[in-house]
């Protein structure tokens, strides 16, 4: 899949040299773009993850380049199209999930759930870690 970006395009045919601008990867060996010049149908993995989005098993689709304090830098693009749904757990790990935060609530001293988790630097609930009076 090879996206050009029209206004970059324009550019280059008036002559402009558009160093991170690569959409082929004649020079870069992957679709280049400049930072802030991505195609829409392009993410980070980041942006996926904000979406709710995974990579889901597709290679890098292409590459943001741009400079930063004289150094190289580089932000690695997915298809969106492509892009899986987040895993959710099945309802084996779920129960899993629930059991250890009903643990994380569950006071070792008195054996009560609390409304709130056991704080780690007491190991018990805060009427069991109450002072002695
Ligand atoms: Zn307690």
Redesign the pocket.
Known sequence: MTITIPYLDTLVALGRFIEFYDPYGHRFGMPTYPYRNAPTEYATRRQLRAANLRPGGQDIAAQILWRHKGKKRVAYLYEIAVAKAKRTATPAQRAAIDKALLARRT??????V?GYY?PRRYG??????QPAR
């Open positions: 006071c070792r001293t008195c054996t009560q609390k056991i018990e609930c805060l009427d069991c870690a």
